[in-house]
Nanobody, 114 residues
Framework: QVQLVESGGGLVQPGGSLRLSCAAS????????MGWYRQPPGLQRELVAN???????NYYDLVKGRFSISRENAKNTVYLQMERLRPEDTAVYYC????????WGQGTQVTVSS
């Protein structure tokens, strides 16, 4: 059974940083293109960054230069380092495969507010 568990969210002031983690079981993350998604309040879920099983990485324009996605295969974990956070980054953040989806985890709440 595939399980994706996101963690690392919290309340942070504008300009602050957070590092999100996505730990997986039942699926070898290094075999998939993995993405970080977010769902702002009242809006649809959107892809913000993805990392291929090789070295290919892509970022949504609004986070380019501020967010960094990485993976640690030995821990079967994908990370999202978020810098210079803005109030509009407030959302529940999820990880999942890009393409056919696995079951969504519970996500981790990121709130950017002063």
């Amino acid at each position: 059974q595939v399980q994706l568990v996101e963690s690392g969210g919290g309340l942070v002031q504008p300009g602050g940083s957070l590092r999100l983690s996505c730990a997986a079981s039942g699926i070898p993350l290094n075999m998939y293109v993995m993405g970080w998604y977010r769902q702002p309040p009242g809006l649809q879920r959107e892809l913000v960054a993805n990392i291929a099983s090789g070295s290919g990485i892509n970022y949504y324009d609004l986070v380019k230069g501020r967010f960094s996605i990485s993976r640690e295969n030995a821990k079967n974990t994908v990370y999202l380092q978020m810098e210079r956070l803005r109030p509009e980054d407030t959302a529940v953040y999820y990880c999942n495969t890009v393409g056919p989806k696995k079951s969504w985890g519970q996500g981790t709440q990121v709130t950017v507010s002063s």
